[in-house]
């Protein structure tokens, strides 16, 4: 009975709520989580393809193909691979629970380890922020 339910608890037959754009965004949300190993493997194709295309295996692939000829140069496809390595990323990201990790949990967990994440990163690449030259002013 819904007048007995004690407050903020969700019912499991609860009603969509009024907004359309909340009911979308569930909506797409189970798309995602139903059709993940499809999307993986897509991904994970398209990667590789775009790795491939860069490097000198492919090259019977630009010779055969004349339209590729536009593209002008193999590292283009390295745009693609970014891409896909971003998506792959974000995958991991929205299939983490962290409440599985020991001693990180909570809602603040996931951003901590994010923001490790990045502070490593930029910590690696550090030499690379720096110019290579400073030019003289005036």
Do not use: H
Not at 31 to 54: D, E, H, Q
């Amino acid at each position: 009975n819904r007048t007995t339910r004690s407050r903020g608890e969700r019912p499991f037959d609860y009603e969509p709520t009024p907004n359309p754009r909340y009911n979308t965004i569930l909506i797409m949300r189970q798309f995602i989580i139903m059709t993940a190993g499809f999307l993986i493997v897509l991904i994970c194709l398209g990667l590789v393809i775009s790795v491939g295309m860069t490097l000198s295996v492919s090259q019977f692939i630009w010779e055969k193909i004349p339209f590729l000829v536009y593209v002008q140069y193999p590292w283009r496809f390295l745009v693609f691979a970014s891409f896909f390595i971003s998506l792959l990323a974000g995958g991991v990201v929205l299939s983490w629970d962290m409440k599985e990790i020991n001693g990180i949990g909570g809602k603040w967990g996931r951003y901590i380890v994010l923001g490790g994440l990045v502070f490593l990163v930029i910590g690696i690449n550090y030499k690379y922020f720096q110019p290579q030259f400073i030019k003289p002013f005036g």
